[in-house]
């Protein structure tokens, strides 16, 4: 039986979730032993730019007409388009300017030409082309895509934590950032599956993960209102990594 053919694509971002898979290490080449991976440019200068995909992993938000062609071209020539990382799941960090006068910005970046770039505000891959599997994660955890993998080659759906950051971080018994330190913890309405990285670290988390499938966010409101902090606080936190909305 012929492996499934794959193709690993970038759009506007840092290239952070393509390294993931690349600092796969030990497992790449079994990885590499099932698949046929036939278009990666960060890998490859050798690639199929036409041919047909099985599964398409896609990094990166869409910001300019030319990413929204090669995304459009990418989900054509794809049986399933799985988006990776926060930036193609939720806008992500090139999302931070939404509602903000575009026009100003690219003239005060670039200079009066600005407005010839081709430049548009970020769109998550969902809001372009119909979106099959997305995996969050600024960058993805390398066990996330490892196991995405694995599920697809077997024709199921891999299930990712529903649940927030808060639970993993209670689970690895640490102290609380926000009830016992009144930090600005975004814990309690981000997805889980980082193993409370930063709190571990007594870091406050900053939601880079998106928000959790069953974010309660009056609730955190709550909280946050009596430690002190407003919603145009919790707002500015989440603007850098989750859509606009989260927190209004
Ligand atoms: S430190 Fe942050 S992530 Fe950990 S339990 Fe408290 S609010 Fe949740
Ligand atoms: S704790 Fe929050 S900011 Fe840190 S890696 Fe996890 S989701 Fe991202």
Same mark, same amino acid.
């Given at each position: 039986?012929?492996?499934?053919?794959?193709?690993?694509?970038?759009?506007?971002?840092?290239?952070?979730?393509?390294?993931?898979?690349?600092?796969?290490?030990?497992?790449?080449?079994?990885?590499?032993?099932?698949?046929?991976?036939?278009?990666?440019?960060?890998?490859?200068?050798?690639?199929?730019?036409?041919?047909?995909?099985?599964?398409?992993?896609? =990094?990166?938000?869409?910001?300019?007409?030319?990413?929204?062609?090669?995304?459009?071209?990418?989900?054509?020539?794809?049986?399933?388009?799985?988006?990776?990382?926060?930036?193609?799941?939720?806008?992500?960090?090139?999302?931070?300017?939404?509602?903000?006068?575009?026009?100003?910005?690219? =003239? =005060?970046?670039?200079?009066?030409?600005?407005?010839?770039?081709?430049?548009?505000?970020?769109?998550?891959?969902?809001?372009?082309?119909?979106?099959?599997?997305?995996?969050?994660?600024?960058?993805?955890?390398?066990?996330?895509?490892?196991?995405?993998?694995?599920?697809?080659?077997?024709?199921?759906?891999?299930?990712?934590?529903?649940?927030?950051?808060?639970?993993?971080?209670?689970?690895? =018994?640490?102290?609380?950032?926000?009830?016992?330190?009144?930090?600005?913890?975004?814990?309690?309405?981000?997805?889980?599956?980082?193993?409370?990285?930063?709190?571990?670290?007594?870091?406050?988390?900053?939601?880079?993960?998106?928000?959790?499938?069953?974010?309660?966010?009056?609730?955190?409101?709550?909280?946050?209102?009596?430690?002190?902090?407003?919603?145009?606080?919790?707002?500015?936190?989440?603007?850098?990594?989750?859509?606009?909305?989260?927190?209004?």
């Amino acid at each position: 039986m012929s492996k499934p053919t794959v193709g690993i694509f970038g759009l506007t971002g840092c290239a952070g979730d393509q390294l993931v898979i690349l600092n796969c290490e030990d497992r790449l080449l079994d990885i590499v032993a099932l698949i046929d991976i036939r278009d990666f440019l960060m890998a490859s200068s050798e690639n199929d730019d036409a041919c047909p995909l099985d599964i398409a992993l896609v =990094e990166g938000a869409v910001l300019s007409r030319r990413d929204a062609d090669k995304l459009r071209a990418i989900r054509q020539r794809s049986k399933i388009l799985v988006a990776l990382g926060t930036c193609a799941v939720w806008g992500g960090v090139a999302a931070m300017d939404r509602g903000t006068d575009r026009a100003r910005l690219l =003239e =005060e970046v670039y200079g009066e030409r600005g407005l010839e770039y081709d430049s548009s505000p970020a769109q998550a891959l969902h809001e372009l082309v119909k979106v099959d599997l997305n995996i969050t994660g600024c960058p993805v955890e390398k066990e996330h895509f490892i196991a995405a993998v694995a599920a697809l080659l077997n024709g199921d759906t891999p299930l990712y934590p529903e649940y927030p950051v808060c639970t993993e971080c209670r689970m690895r =018994e640490n102290n609380c950032l926000l009830i016992e330190r009144g930090e600005l913890c975004c814990g309690p309405i981000t997805a889980g599956g980082c193993e409370a990285r930063c709190p571990e670290l007594r870091v406050p988390c900053a939601g880079c993960r998106g928000p959790a499938g069953d974010a309660n966010v009056p609730s955190l409101m709550a909280m946050l209102e009596q430690k002190g902090f407003d919603r145009q606080q919790l707002a500015a936190r989440l603007r850098t990594f989750a859509p606009d909305g989260v927190a209004q």
